[in-house]
């Protein structure tokens, strides 16, 4: 009797170990499927790009790659074009961030005042959010086409004259409907960050700010936006990240012309691989972004939070 019930009391605890153990490691076993596709579907194509970025890498199975080392980097800090590209990267970012985050926000702080037709309002700013790039992309090509284009025509009409601006044709003007469409499609975003935000707001200390006398700016600077830090913090991360991987709208409505003049990092890279087949040279375009991408965003958390 002595032997079973020792038995006995092994297997429960056995069993109870084993449970625990279960415990602990199912945490785990759900994440597992998410972080195998995130190492061979994130890390592993970046571990190869940089890999790829050192190599004059040819792309018929079995020949070899030869290493080239820093050849394809200082090709491109000598490349014109890469320097035009970085400056139209970072003139996005400049023109597209700021009214995404400002209107955004005051997009979301209306809606939370109870406007009539919030909810109308609030799917209205949301839906180009959800559009495919593509489908807005060829509706505002439209729009500004030089000839045809609904945007010349409404010009005409208000001018009583023939307005033919060539948009997409023209640096400036090209660049300036890029970043029209970034802004519109991304307030949407926004908005819905600031909304939640706006909701758990704490409106005791606005309500004690403004029974002491506050002015409503005195409330915003000193209340709403400090408790506001740390989601403007991730808003603009994100929209700068964002910004650094702008390529859909440039590559179809301008293809980086006119004369290379609205390339985008991400679109000259495109062109390198996939028209001229420079596959390394596209690499370590690519690579650059990508550590620039990251420094700047470890950059702007961090002078942000000290500034909070």
Known sequence: MAVEEFNMQHTTLYRKKVSLNMRHLFPYLIILPGLIFYLLFT??????????????????????????????????FHDPVVLVAARNTALYIIA??????????????????????????????????????VVVSYLFSYLFNSQEGLVNGALSVLLHKDIVIPWLQDTWTANGVIWLLAVWKGIGWSMVVFLAAFMNLPKDQIESARVDGASSLRVWWHVILPSLRPVITFVFVMLVIGGTQAFISIFLMTQGGPANSTQVMLTYSYQQAFVFFNFSYAAAIASIMAVLTFGLSVLFIRVLRERG
């Open 43 to 76: 890390v592993y194509p970046i571990y190869s790009q940089f890999q790829i970025s050192f190599l004059h890498w040819v792309v018929t199975p079995g020949a070899v790659s030869p290493f080239v080392g820093l050849a394809n980097y200082i090709q491109a």
């Open 96 to 133: 597209t961030v700021p009214p995404q985050m400002i209107l955004g926000m005051i997009a979301a702080y209306l809606l939370v005042t109870k406007i009539p037709g919030a909810a109308i309002w609030r799917a209205a700013i949301f839906l180009p959010v959800i559009t495919s790039w």
